[in-house]
């Protein structure tokens, strides 16, 4: 085994990570934007 071919296959298994965790990361924060969003907004409207 190479230094090469243990970088390359470190590399191919972060990539590999990040592209199944990608969708629920994405999911995650879209979510965690809007209920954040419409949190902020009763007190907006509340004061004068």
Not at 14 to 42: D, G, K, N, W, Y
């Amino acid at each position: 085994m190479t230094p090469e071919f243990v970088v390359e296959i470190g590399r191919q298994a972060i990539e590999t990570t990040l592209m199944c965790a990608a969708p629920m990361l994405i999911a995650a924060l879209s979510i965690s934007l809007v209920i954040s969003i419409f949190r902020q907004r009763p007190r907006s409207m509340n004061r004068p």
